[in-house]
């Protein structure tokens, strides 16, 4: 019996990745889920098995504040899926129009803002609503609509709605590359196959483009809801960790990060901290999966 | 025979290495404090070096955000400078806690200080001292002198006076009243409820029952800073809600607005940026004659090293920080920042001058929140922020936020259950 040969090479190309993914993504994400799972009493870590998430999700003081980071990450989501994805299909659909002119200009142009980091991103949308400096306020004016101007984000029933428009002015560009690339995959003799039997302009798109492109629509939806549950940067440079006013920005990110690291007075808890992220790994982890195997699976392909 | 020698070898190199640290010890100070690294190379250490030949000092800052982090780690790792400057209340009680701060009772020179300096460096029952007090930051209100001249406006004393004079200027309109924003919400707290509650709640005394479990957040005379903070809303500029912090000082120092509800670390700041002269005011008392306090809030402190190698060279240090010649200094050089020692030190900046006058008339107490109730879950300091700005937007009535601050402080403070 002839001795089977080890297949050295794969474990040498490998190794690097694994050992890079490892150390920077699998070991720190088992051990803040192992973080979770202790408390610090006197100086000492002791074990506490599931105490954080009990203390989490039904303790008065924390389960509020979960609640209603949760609620406002499902907003945030919401404004995505109903704002940032459509508009993005739109903008596809209209880019890869074949007469449309300056087509790469448009490309480019709404597509910068996604590279930008959100540091500036926060900072400068902050400045054009500024009631103070602001150029928001007098460009209503010019146009006679200042009575509709307010201090957005500075209002509760505003603020987060008003962020998670600024973040989809930011990442509008990522729906509409992704569309734009499957719409481009899309054979000319299907859609003129579709012209001789009589479909054409939005008929086609309808009728034969979107139901192309959903497999894509669906990868765009399962990425925003990544992205938004795991969203902190843009809130934390715009309203700071309190995430005013009143916490009514506050998501799940920037209330982990408020009781990771603590914030002002409040010491850092790294063990709630950890219970946090490990809810949000949950959620990510419950949605993802949902959508795996709940839609992409039973999804109709087409072969092109 | 060769390990034993070698042994030999080292133990002369180390006792020849002591002896030189012993003719010249040098002493390192960690701090946050990078702002101050020049004050400290160019006026403090030549200052102290001077008058003690043998003692040399190495200001080792770090940025202000990562100090309590790397100082811990430092600590832990007993790599830490000799000298630690002291944030204060929780995070340096619990490095005394942990034994890295040594006490520094048997100090005489801690008896420069008052009660009040020394609280923020202190056990819970006052029973040990850690730091030396450094520095305090006093509230008040700035204004623009030129504004009230023009409008022919006296310095208000008295509540009533203080929203009268807001109120010529808001009917004037040349002048935003007030420079306050709620978006950052720590303003509202800081600068608005820390700044004028201590004339409702007596200073110390309403600060320590509170700690004690004798007074609630519900009580009047912790409400009725909110009802007044109420009043502010209309004095504010146009959308004060996303106004933010550097809006605030903008406007303020662009001319833009007369008064500004402040902390006396602007001094500095503002004295660069404003091209008016300035003035400041105390939290208005209630009816004239009333007896006044003043928020003057314990900042920076320092403390010794717990296993520092040369404890008698570093309590050298801190004798001379407790005295009057570093307090003249290090005042002059950081106006807003103030000494806390009782011996009086001249300050010549107008402006900063005016506020330690406070000192002499007024009560001093420090920011109701932070000592020891800012501990649990959830933070008082925090809930105080969202409270104030609420309070000031009317988004809640003084009573409900008196009653949420109060059951939020109740779930975990045993004193006040």
């Known amino acids: 019996m002839q001795k089977p040969r080890i297949r050295w090479h794969i474990a040498v190309f490998l190794a690097p990745a694994v050992l890079i993914y490892t150390s920077v993504m699998i070991f720190p994400l088992f051990n803040t889920l192992r973080l979770a799972l202790f408390q610090k009493v006197d100086q000492e870590r002791v074990y506490v098995g599931l105490e954080n998430f009990r203390t989490l999700f039904f303790d008065p003081t924390w389960s509020e504040q979960f609640w209603n980071a949760l609620a406002n990450n499902f907003w945030f989501f919401l404004i995505h899926m109903l704002v940032q994805n459509p508009i993005g299909i739109a903008l596809a659909a209209l880019l890869s129009h074949p007469r449309l002119r300056f087509a790469a200009l448009y490309r480019s142009a709404i597509f910068i803002p996604t590279i930008l980091s959100f540091v500036i991103v926060g900072f400068a949308w902050k400045l054009i609503l500024s009631p103070i400096w602001g150029i928001a306020p007098s460009m209503m004016d010019a146009v006679g609509l200042k009575s509709l101007f307010a201090p957005w984000l500075g209002k509760e029933e505003y603020a987060l709605t008003t962020l998670a428009m600024v973040s989809v002015w930011q990442f509008v560009g990522i729906p509409m590359m992704l ?18 039997d009589g479909v054409t302009g939005i008929a086609a798109f309808w009728k034969i483009k979107l139901p192309l492109i959903l497999p894509s629509i669906g990868i765009i939806s399962i990425l925003t809801f990544v992205a938004n549950f795991n969203a902190f940067d843009l809130i934390y440079a715009a309203q700071g960790a309190l995430a005013g006013p009143d916490f009514s920005t506050d998501i799940l990110g920037t209330f982990m990060y408020r009781t990771f690291f603590g ?40 072969q092109l | 025979m060769k390990s034993k020698f070698m042994l030999a070898a080292l133990a002369g190199t180390a006792l020849v290495a002591t002896s030189a640290l012993a003719e010249d010890v040098t002493l390192t100070v960690e701090s946050w404090r990078n702002d101050d690294l020049t004050l400290w190379q160019d006026k403090i250490i030549p200052a102290f070096e001077a008058a003690h030949p043998g003692i040399k000092i190495n200001f080792t800052p770090s940025a202000p955000t990562e100090y309590n982090a790397v100082l811990n780690s430092k600590l832990d790792a007993g790599s830490a400078g000799d000298l630690i400057t002291c944030r204060p209340f929780d995070a340096s009680l619990a490095l005394y806690e942990a034994d890295h701060l040594a006490a520094l009772d048997d100090m005489d020179a801690m008896d420069n200080f008052s009660d009040v300096a020394k609280s923020a460096w202190q056990t819970d029952d006052g ?12 509230h008040g209100f700035i204004y623009n002198k030129e504004a009230f001249e023009e409008l022919g406006l006296e310095v208000p004393t008295t509540e009533e006076e203080f929203f009268a004079a807001l109120e010529t200027i808001k009917e004037d309109g040349t002048y935003i009243p007030m420079a306050m924003g709620t978006n950052d919400q720590w303003e509202a707290a800081t600068m608005g409820y820390n700044n004028i509650g201590p004339n409702y709640w007596n200073g110390e005394e309403g600060r320590k029952a509170l700690i004690e479990g004798e007074q609630k957040l519900t009580d009047e005379q912790w409400v009725a800073p909110f009802e007044t903070l109420a009043k502010w809303a209309d004095y504010l500029g146009d959308g004060f809600e996303a106004q933010t912090y550097p809006d605030s000082q903008n406007l303020f120092t662009l001319g833009r607005a007369a008064i500004y509800p402040a902390g006396s670390w602007e001094i500095s700041g503002f004295n660069a940026q404003a091209d008016f002269e300035m003035g400041a005011f105390k939290a208005p008392v209630k009816a004239a004659g009333d007896s006044c306090y003043i928020s003057d809030h314990t900042d920076i402190g320092i403390g010794m090293n717990a ?23 290090f005042g002059n050089a950081l106006p807003g920042f103030f000494p806390l020692s009782n011996a009086p030190v001249d300050l010549e900046d107008p402006l900063a001058k005016e506020f330690v006058s406070w000192r002499d008339d007024c009560d001093s107490t420090i920011r109701s929140t932070y000592q020891i109730l800012s501990r649990g ?21 003084p009573e409900a936020l008196g009653e949420e601050l109060q059951s939020g402080l109740e779930s975990w403070y045993a004193p006040q259950q």
């Open chain 1, 179 to 196: 569309i734009y690339a499957a719409l481009l995959s899309i054979p000319e003799e299907m859609l003129e196959a579709g012209e001789i």
């Open chain 2, 377 to 397: 879950t959830p933070n008082l300091e925090n809930e105080t922020w969202g409270a104030s700005a609420a309070a000031i937007k009317g988004t809640k009535t």
């Open chain 2, 307 to 329: 296993s520092t190698e040369h404890p008698e060279a570093a309590k050298t240090f801190l004798t001379w920080v407790a005295s009057p010649e570093f307090a003249d200094i």
């Open chain 2, 127 to 138: 029973s040990a001292s850690f730091c030396v007090p450094m520095a305090s930051v006093i």
């Open chain 1, 263 to 302: 914030f002002q007075l409040q010491l850092g808890d790294p063990h709630m901290g950890s219970a946090i992220a490990g809810a949000m790994f949950a959620i990510i982890l419950v949605g993802v999966c949902l959508y795996l195997f709940g839609i992409q699976s039973r999804m109709r392909r087409y």
